[in-house]
């Protein structure tokens, strides 16, 4: 970080040095550990991709390699010698290559008058809008749903009701088993928007948050259909009284991200401080068998 950004923020006129208010804890180093922080709670679709190629992401246009294990073939045991196959494990690049900011201006009158929790309503408010748009990336990912895991089309989504939702789940579920993406230890989850969701709580195989007994739900999740966890985004939009409906296991999507830097700055032409943040990220469909998808319409 700059010199410039790591004192900009901080120097006050030697009459007011001195005092004390909400504004002093705006330095970057607290903003970005607690948006950090923030950051790993909440998010409807960290809830379902994995992060297990992280690493240290310093610039937009980083790689994460992606190694995925070859299959490893079954032979009969006879008289002749046992061969050995040559494997050969698939290397897939995840390029970070989501650039966003957030940027805007605290003046100086809004530092006397400041109260004690308005940087955490600052930072909630980051970590909204930041969440908007990685939901709405992540969820793009439907389009990479393989045909033999879709129910529906665009040019005919399925009518949906309230004594036909159950069964439409089953069918995507199913898809997923087909799949053979549903195994022990792996627990699949289904995202959907408001509207389908109110389809969705009008169907007596819906099973609610509060009686799911068996084992724990993901967090955020709502409930539980044909085995599938539930979880509802505002961010899956419809379009033309289409909606889509994604399923998958967190095998699926690959995701990484950084809130790279926060910055704070003196603003040469008003007697404003300057905050701003930026933040990387990507992923990557990684096992597309591993999703699911329907299209819907409804009345």
Not at 12 to 34: C, G, H, L, M, R
Not at 63 to 88: F, H, M, R
Not at 219 to 232: H, P, Q, Y
Request: glycine share 4%; charged share 20%; net charge negative.
């Amino acid at each position: 970080m700059t010199e410039s950004a790591q004192t900009g923020g901080s120097q006050q006129p030697a009459s007011t040095s001195a005092s004390t208010n909400a504004y002093d804890v705006f330095i970057p180093e607290v903003w970005s550990q607690k948006l950090n922080a923030l950051l790993e709670k909440e998010c409807v679709m960290l809830q379902c991709v994995n992060r297990n190629y992280e690493g240290e992401i310093a610039n937009q246009g980083d790689t994460v390699k992606i190694i995925t294990p070859a299959k490893v073939s079954i032979s009969t045991l006879g008289t002749s010698n046992i061969t050995y196959d040559e494997l050969e494990p698939e290397s897939q690049d995840l390029v970070i290559d989501q650039k966003k900011f957030f940027a805007f201006k605290i003046n100086d009158i809004a530092h006397v008058q400041a109260n004690t929790d308005i940087m955490i309503a600052h930072l909630a408010n980051a970590k909204k809008a930041i969440e908007e748009v990685q939901d709405a990336y992540l969820l793009s990912m439907h389009s990479n749903v393989e045909t033999a895991n879709t129910i529906g089309s665009d040019e005919t989504p399925i009518a949906l009701s309230k004594t036909t939702i159950y069964e439409q789940f089953v069918k995507l579920a199913l898809c997923l088993k087909n799949s053979d993406a549903v195994h022990a230890g792996i627990r699949p989850w289904v995202v959907i928007n408001p509207t389908i969701e109110s389809y969705l709580l009008q169907s007596s195989e819906f099973i609610s948050a509060h009686n799911v007994a068996d084992k724990t739900l993901r967090e955020g999740a709502i409930g539980r259909i044909a085995g599938m966890d539930v979880l509802v985004s505002t961010n899956l939009t419809a379009t033309a009284n289409k909606y889509y409906v994604l399923a998958g296991t967190n095998e699926a999507i690959t995701f990484a991200s950084q809130l790279a830097r926060i910055e704070t700055l003196r603003d040469k032409d008003s007697f404003s401080d300057l905050v701003r943040g930026l933040y990387l990220y990507g992923a990557k469909t990684v096992q597309p068998k591993a999703l699911a998808k329907a299209i819907f319409s409804a009345s």
